[in-house]
């Protein structure tokens, strides 16, 4: 009986055994699933209408236009061949499996600061949890001589940290927990600095990290279409007024009473920072709120009733006025405080008294859409006005804004709008963030 027993005892051992590395592996498979989520990898590889992660998000830069890759497991057209090693250089280091150097659209930089084991979840997840997706790309249209991709190396090397650096530099920032975790999910995987960063000439970040300098996180150069904002704490045109809350706020559901996303940054959301914790998301804002203004003279925004009270008197003798009043009134309201967290106040909106108005003469012309989100299920849609209102008509009104409730940015004129038509932001980024959920 002795022989019998000792079988059934090393099978249900084996069976054990077998469990426990099931659970580790789905274990595993998850964390890669909630670092790519961190790491916003949907929000560029994954085109409305196509497989999940089979690329084709267009982008364009100063070289020309280039499209996201194919990071599925397919052999032939993703990443199928790809080692772990080889997975792991890519992201971090910006070397393909060919040897070649990615284009620094691709935020290895930011990478440079995942962990091993951040990088094996990702792997396992991005290797047994996504289906394979036979699809290429289009070609990326970059013109001879700006295509060839060896000068690229020096790039990398003069321009990208290696991980051997770049991580125990983010990892020794901070002695506190919940910020020395913010400072990894915002430098590292969600890569902020890449747009929000000021860049150089040479297109690299002038600072990659809270340690290089106030110019981290300081606000970027046009994005498709989007000035990304300061996330530093300039009372009018960074987070020096929003809470740790509303950041919070703004990153699980789109939404907070300072503002609402819009352009680039609601695929952010609705791809990413949504799903993250409650827990990492604070971390995320109490990081965010630890920078201090890059620009140290500006002075605080005031509400200023003028407009308001002579809107009240209907008096519609300020240019732009009668637009506004027909146009934005019924959302926004004659005093520019909108309905926080369903229609975006204009009053005190840093994206209103940016320098660059770009974001809002693009956000009057195409529009947008605030997508449902898991903790916000309703859908907020803004209408075009690009073929309703003349350039001049768009700039007056603009104007406007930027001008009322103590806003006091400067004005706009139909020159500007008419430029500023030719960047409009690429269509499929905005099919991606309103269908993609």
Sequence with gaps: MKWPLLAVCILGSSLAGNAVAQDADNATLEKGRYLAAASDCAACHSAHGKPEYSGGISFSLPMGKIYSTNITPDADHGIGHYTEAQFGRALREGVRRDGSTLYPAMPFPSYARLTDSDIHALFVYFRKGVKPAPISPPKNGIVWPLSIRWPLTFWRLAFAPTPTKAIPKTSGEFTDPE?????????????????????????????????DGSLYLAGGAMVDGWTPPSLRQENRTGLGRWSEDDIVSFLKTGRAATGSVFGSMTSAVLHGTQKLTDDDLHAIAH????????????????????????????DLSYRGARIYVDRC????????KGYPSVFPPLAGNPVMMQDDPVSLIHITQSGATLPPMTAAPSSIVMPAFKHKLTDEQIADVVTFIRHAWGNNASPVSTEDVKRLSKSMPPPDMADDALSLN
């Design 287 to 314: 990081y965010l709120k630890s920078l201090k203004a890059a620009d140290q003279t500006q002075k605080p925004w005031t509400y200023d009733s003028t407009i308001t009270d002579q809107l009240h008197k209907a």
């Design 329 to 336: 009134a019924a959302c926004h309201r004659t005093d520019g």
């Design 179 to 211: 910020l020395a975790r913010g400072a990894y999910l915002v430098e590292g995987p969600a890569h902020c600095g890449a747009c929000h960063s000021p860049r150089a000439i040479t297109m690299q970040e002038k600072a990659l990290t809270a340690t």
